[in-house]
């Protein structure tokens, strides 16, 4: 099992570069840096790349209507020019909160969007010219819609590597079809291994029964929190904040992904609850209502013999990499509990 992990950068670069190099001393496989409405997630990633020299880095997401796709395809090139092939390009549609609220952009077609997106790319990293002729995305250009003067060009430089790895961020039963089927890996989110297969089963079976061979096996990286000691069950309400502000704010009623997946887990009743009282601003009560069942069985938190039951569950759902979020209040204590869990999953 792969050990990663989603790194924050809240408290400055270079706080979290030390951090990273730490961590990657103490055994970790891959850090994810997001890239919601903070500080974009490219300078964070290049700056990581100086300072590390092992370690895998992702982009924890690209959101798909944020570039364009040859312009996604130069910065994955780039990124893994300046890490030395230990790029791997994460991307994903995000929500309508976010591409509409604050980058303006129409959030339509997410699934269409990916396909082409994940084509172009791996054209611009073969560094042929560019020709694409898709419903959303066409490359150069046709007169009718510019003018006329595009013509099809192919990457300047030589990439490190013709194909870098995709993972995807899909929930839906399509999106997960789609990503099953293209990706070299998928990122769900609230990953419970137990229901896993009732939910998105069919999906990744139907994705991969179109997959292409010379893909591999889909990886699939999965995102629990992590805390690990006798003592440590307190820290389940250390999780609730986040799934409360997901199932319940992110979207309108009808309209939240992540509301939908809890409702798909079979917590219809508690998902409703949280979203009422999260969109009343409510959100200590929201809060409180994200049943203890649903963040144990999402999590790692437990005494050591416990978590190394709960890695062995997630491997049996197919799980290649946990990246985890340690529950810790320092850095020092996410790099022990990193360093612990390293050697717990070994």
Same mark, same amino acid.
């Given at each position: ?8 950068? $809240?408290?400055? +670069? ?38 590390? $020299? ?14 364009? !796709? ?5 910065? %994955? ?28 952009? !129409?959030?339509?077609?997410?699934? =269409? ?19 694409? #002729? ?13 003018? =006329? ?12 590597? #013709? ?9 839906? !039963? ?16 609230? +990953? ?10 069919? $999906? ?8 292409? !061979? ?12 992590? %805390? ?19 199932? =319940? ?7 939240? +992904?992540?509301? #939908? ?30 049943? #203890? ?31 985890? $979020? ?21």
């Amino acid at each position: 099992m792969r050990v990663g992990m989603q790194i924050t950068y $809240s408290g400055g +670069f270079a706080e979290t570069v030390a951090e990273v190099a730490d961590l990657e001393r103490a055994g970790l496989d891959i850090a994810f840096i997001a890239e919601a409405y903070s500080y974009d997630a490219v300078s964070q990633l290049g700056f990581l790349a100086a300072k590390t $020299s092992t370690i895998e880095l992702a982009s924890g997401i690209f959101q798909i209507y944020t570039r364009t !796709p040859s312009l996604m395809a130069m910065t %994955a090139a780039g990124l893994d020019f300046v890490s030395d092939g230990r790029f791997v390009l994460g991307l994903g549609a995000s929500g309508p909160q976010v591409i509409e609220g604050f980058h303006g952009v !129409p959030y339509t077609a997410p699934l =269409g969007r990916t396909r082409e997106i994940v084509d172009i790319c791996r054209q611009v990293w073969r560094r042929e010219k560019v020709q694409y #002729d898709g419903k959303y995305y066409q490359i150069p250009l046709p007169a009718e819609k510019g003018t =006329g003067l595009g013509k099809p060009l192919k990457l300047i430089n030589h990439p490190v590597r #013709d194909r870098i790895p995709i993972v995807i961020a899909a929930l839906g !039963p399509k999106n997960v079809a789609l990503t099953a089927e293209i990706a070299e890996g998928w990122q769900p989110i609230f +990953f419970d291994p137990e229901r896993a297969n009732d939910v998105w089963g069919e $999906s990744l079976a139907a994705g991969k029964a179109k997959r292409d !061979p010379s893909l591999g096996e889909l990886q699939i990286y999965a995102g629990p929190a992590l %805390a690990i000691g006798d003592d440590v069950d307190h820290l389940l309400e250390w999780v609730k904040p986040s799934l409360a502000l997901y199932i =319940g704010g992110m979207g309108a009623k009808g309209k939240n +992904f992540y509301n #939908d997946l809890a409702c798909r887990y079979g917590y219809e009743k508690e998902a409703a609850t949280i979203q009422e009282l999260y969109l009343a601003g409510k959100k200590q009560e929201a809060t409180a209502a994200v049943p #203890d069942e649903l963040v144990r069985a999402i999590s790692l938190i437990g005494p050591a013999g416990y978590v190394k039951e709960r890695v062995a569950a997630f491997a049996e759902a197919g799980v290649t990499t946990l990246t985890v $979020s340690p529950l810790a209040g320092d850095s020092a204590g996410r790099v022990a509990l990193i360093d612990q869990f390293r050697k717990l999953v070994d």
